[in-house]
């Protein structure tokens, strides 16, 4: 009869220490699950966002076309638009900068191209010069697509600001 008392002892005892998650039992469950379970897409999300800071410095050094030295006056945003006209006749543009806050970089215009797709064209904003035109999507456009949304447009930005949300709760804890 003490064997019976002594296991039911024991189980009370087992139950009522599972009853009682303290605070920072729970935070540590929290802790190994972000931890565990999702490293890997977490290390994605933080290692492509330390990148894109600096993308369009990996993009200014891939493409040529994106440089222009920096000189002492840069010609009106007409005149650059009427070169890039003259350049592509039969192509739209639907976007046009001209970068100032960035000296020795290019301007640049998004255009149509005839598959219904888009490019860059670039221009020398101080010569006037068609530098020529890159993909939409260049490796820095790329690593901050994947960055923000990981490719998956709304589920995606929901996955990352999740994981802002879960790296600050992981820092808490």
């Not at 933080?46 to 891939?62: F, K, N, P, R, S």
């Not at 192509?91 to 149509?112: Q, V």
Request: proline share 3%; charged share 20%.
């Amino acid at each position: 009869m003490t064997t019976i008392t002594a296991q039911e002892s024991a189980r009370q005892s087992v139950a009522r220490k599972r009853k009682r998650l303290s605070k920072q039992y729970i935070a540590y469950l929290v802790h190994s699950f972000v931890g565990l379970k999702l490293t890997l897409l977490l290390t994605v999300v933080l290692a492509t966002g330390a990148i894109a800071v600096i993308a369009q410095e990996i993009d200014w050094l891939i493409y040529s076309e994106m440089r222009s030295p920096a000189q002492e006056e840069r010609l009106n945003s007409g005149e650059l638009l009427d070169r890039l006209q003259a350049a592509y006749p039969d192509k739209g543009l639907s976007f046009f900068a001209t970068n100032i806050e960035h000296p020795n970089t290019s301007a640049r215009a998004r255009m149509t191209q005839d598959d219904g797709g888009f490019r860059y064209a670039w221009i020398n904003p101080y010569s006037g010069e068609v530098m020529g035109d890159t993909p939409l999507l260049t490796v820095g456009k790329f690593l901050g697509f994947l960055h923000g949304s990981l490719f998956l447009p709304v589920v995606g930005r929901a996955v990352v600001n999740a994981f802002g949300v879960l790296t600050l709760i992981s820092l808490i804890t």
